[in-house]
């Protein structure tokens, strides 16, 4: 049944005046990664320690001692990736994805007080400075949805979320190409495009990115309702 409706669209692409053809680049890009330093492995041990201490083994009961340790662990793992996050003489990569690390240590409030203005900022740096998909993914999520804390809750921004997945969809990503098609198509964050919509979220289903083709079958057949 996916096969048809695709093929619908493929009709509707077509009508648009669009190439079916995917226009965009593979999700995963051919330039490799730079290999992750001993210290970013120390660090993602030390989140990983202080999640078993804090968890205990089924049985035993939590003690102060053992906080204290999963608290020294979590800060070396933040300074560690501060640290990196700061380095701008490391490949760009490499200080950015640190930056988007650190980030989610602020968002989950994992060893600092939790603070999505922080992991917001840490991300936008990633993102925009050094096209950084992950983190343009999460500041995308973040804009749309709006953080309810109760300290500093962040009301959605749809039109900052939609320049976000934008910019990451520009960068040949799928996921972020799906989530800006989701919002052209439902005129979220500003005006409507339904064809150009239905076509990226197409393309990235057709790239192997399941959650667009989930979203074009609960939209239904296109092709009537968008040709004109």
């Not at 922080?118 to 096209?131: G, R």
């Amino acid at each position: 049944m996916l096969k048809r409706f695709l093929a619908q669209v493929t009709i509707l692409v077509m009508l648009s005046g669009v190439s079916a053809a995917p226009a965009l680049a593979q999700w995963v890009k051919d330039n490799k990664p730079t290999p992750k330093s001993a210290e970013e492995y120390y660090a993602e041990r030390a989140l990983v320690d202080a999640s078993r201490i804090t968890s205990g083994d089924g049985n035993a009961v939590v003690i102060q001692t053992d906080l204290d340790e999963a608290n020294s662990r979590l800060d070396a793992a933040r300074s560690t990736y501060q640290s990196l996050c700061e380095n701008r003489e490391l490949p760009k990569d490499q200080w950015a994805r640190n930056c988007f690390e650190l980030g989610n240590m602020y968002r989950r409030g994992l060893g600092v007080t939790q603070s999505h203005v922080e992991a917001n900022a840490l991300y936008n740096t990633a993102c925009f400075e050094a096209d950084n998909t992950d983190a343009c993914m999460q500041l995308a999520y973040g804009q749309q949805t709006g953080t309810p804390v109760r300290t500093r809750p962040i009301k959605p921004d749809p039109e900052a979320a939609r320049t976000t997945y934008a910019y990451a969809c520009e960068l040949d990503h799928q996921p972020a190409c799906a989530g800006l098609g989701n919002m052209l198509y439902s005129g979220i964050g500003g005006k409507q495009d339904r064809r150009r919509g239905a076509q990226l979220m197409y393309d990235a289903c057709e790239s192997g990115y399941e959650w667009a083709c989930t979203r074009l079958t609960e939209y239904g057949p296109l092709v009537k309702t968008d040709r004109y």
